[in-house]
């Protein structure tokens, strides 16, 4: 499966465009950046040429005391930063100097967030997960959502997605658990992730302003899985959303993109292809999703190229408290119907936690 470097260029674009779009980096850059990848090899470059272009931006801005106009360049280049690395591990070097100028750039602007973002350190065994904290501005102690990527998403990219839960009245948490983002860059990917997800409903415990006691989960791709998995084995998780998860990854790694491969034998910390596979075999919800009890959600797009779409439907036949949401012709992760799903998805957890609708 898209085996030559031309194939995987135009298995990217036609699979992550949408999210591209989703994540409101502008049409126009998508555009003039595009037109600059011919190979494999120029896709970090062109994300970052654009990328530099923005901090630039931020820079005048800045000594100009703009600092709205600063604040929003800096979130456009940390979206380029992540994107030119998000599938890219051609450099492991490039993409782990990508990841950081991310990290960097989107810090100075989380002030301009509508609320603003705190970002936080989440206490994790002798680690820390980083973390950004928004809370709805006049609600008294409000529910919190967890807001989980997947393998190659970061807390970052998942802040237009806090927005739709922020608006309904719910704070949220956006996090990079192990093997994700900044977290990433020293913890590698935790097939166990009720115990990240429980270190971060610890965390939220010591929060001022929210009510612990109400507490969901969001996940998409990979995260799917991690929200399912937590679900499981942390009773402290009233409900959860599942998007595009897998209910495993082994019985479809050959069908992998190679760039998806390469990101697990990075993030699973694996020495080798055949390493690789074999850590992703504890990526496994036999025996798992049956023990989930408490409101589950779970949405899958028939046209999946990355998860199947029976993994969805799997998914939800065996967990016991399970909604089930088919769309026809949804590409991974539903960004291609991402304004019916998000809102569609806010209101159901609102329903689940004493949100606002």
Known sequence: ?????????????????????????SYGDVQRIMDRIKTWGDW???????????????????????????????????????FGKFNWHDDIDKAEHAQHRLTACFDRALWSLKPP????????????????????????????????????????????????????????????????????LTLKIEAASEKPVGAAIDFIERIDGVDASRVGLYGQSLGGYYVTRACAFEPRIKAAVASAGPYTIADHWDHLPPMTRMGYEYRTGAGSPEEA???????????????????????HGTADEIV??????????????????????????????????????????????????
Request: glycine content about 10%; hydrophobic content about 40%; proline content about 4%.
């Open 277 to 299: 596979r074999a850590r992703v075999a504890a990526l496994d919800l036999t025996g798992v999703a049956e023990r989930v009890t408490c409101p589950l959600l779970v949405l």
């Open 117 to 184: 973002g705190e970002k936080v350190r989440i206490p994790y065994g002798n680690a820390m997960m980083a973390g950004i904290l928004r809370k709805p501005a006049g609600i008294d102690k409000p529910p919190v959502v967890i807001v989980m990527g997947g393998l190659d998403s970061v807390k970052e990219e998942l802040q237009q997605v806090a927005d739709y839960f922020l608006d309904r009245g719910m704070a949220t948490l956006g996090m990079d658990g192990p093997g994700q983002g900044e977290t990433g």
């Open 44 to 82: 970090l470059p062109a994300w970052a040429e654009t990328a530099q272009q923005y901090e630039q931006r931020a820079e005048a801005a800045e000594q100009r005391g703009a600092r709205r106009t600063a604040a929003e360049a800096w979130r456009r280049a940390a979206l380029c930063w992540h």
């Open 1 to 25: 499966m898209t085996s030559s470097a031309e194939d995987r260029v135009a298995f990217t674009k036609r699979n992550w465009m949408g999210r591209f779009l989703r994540a409101e980096v």
């Open 308 to 357: 199947p779409f029976a993994h969805g439907e799997r998914i939800a036949r065996e967990a016991k408290n399970a909604t089930f949401m088919k769309y026809e012709g949804g590409n991974h992760s539903l960004s291609n119907r991402h304004f019916e799903v998000r809102t569609g998805l806010s209101d159901w957890m609102a329903r689940m936690l004493g949100g606002t609708l």
